[in-house]
C-alpha cells in the first residue's frame, strides 16, 4: 500500500511547508462528495494518529488515514504548472472507475 509524490509535488510540498514554517508534510485523504461519490481532501500534516500511514517520497511525508487509504492506495500526486494562472496538484489515482463531469469527484 502506498501513496507517493512526484519530485516535483515533493519540492512544492517542501515550499509550502518552508513558507509556511512547520508541519511534517501533506495530508491526503478522501470525503463523501459530490455527484460521483468521493473527493480528495488536502492539508498541512501536523501530527500522526493512531489510525494514520505514512509514506515517505523525496524526503516528504504524505500522511493517510486508513479510512481514505482503500480509495487511493497506489496514488501518485503530482504538481503541475501549466501556465501562470492554472497550476495545482494532479492526483493519479488507479483505483477511480469514474468521474463526474467536472471532475471534482469520483467513484472507485
Not at 511547508?17 to 473527493?39: E, N, P, Y
Not at 524526503?59 to 497506489?74: A, C, F
Amino acid at each position: 500500500m502506498s501513496v507517493i509524490l512526484t519530485q516535483s509535488a515533493a519540492e512544492r510540498v517542501k515550499s509550502m511547508l518552508a513558507k509556511r514554517g512547520h508541519g511534517l508534510g501533506l495530508r491526503v485523504g478522501t470525503k463523501v462528495s459530490g455527484c460521483a461519490g468521493f473527493a480528495y481532501v488536502v492539508d498541512y500534516a501536523d501530527e500522526v494518529g493512531d489510525n494514520d500511514q505514512v509514506f515517505e517520497s523525496f524526503d516528504v511525508k504524505v500522511v493517510v488515514d486508513e479510512k481514505s487509504l482503500k480509495n487511493i492506495d497506489g496514488m501518485e500526486i503530482d504538481y503541475v504548472k501549466e501556465s501562470l494562472l492554472n497550476e495545482g496538484f494532479d492526483f493519479r489515482n488507479p483505483n477511480v472507475k469514474d468521474a463526474c463531469g467536472c471532475g471534482e469527484s469520483f467513484t472507485v
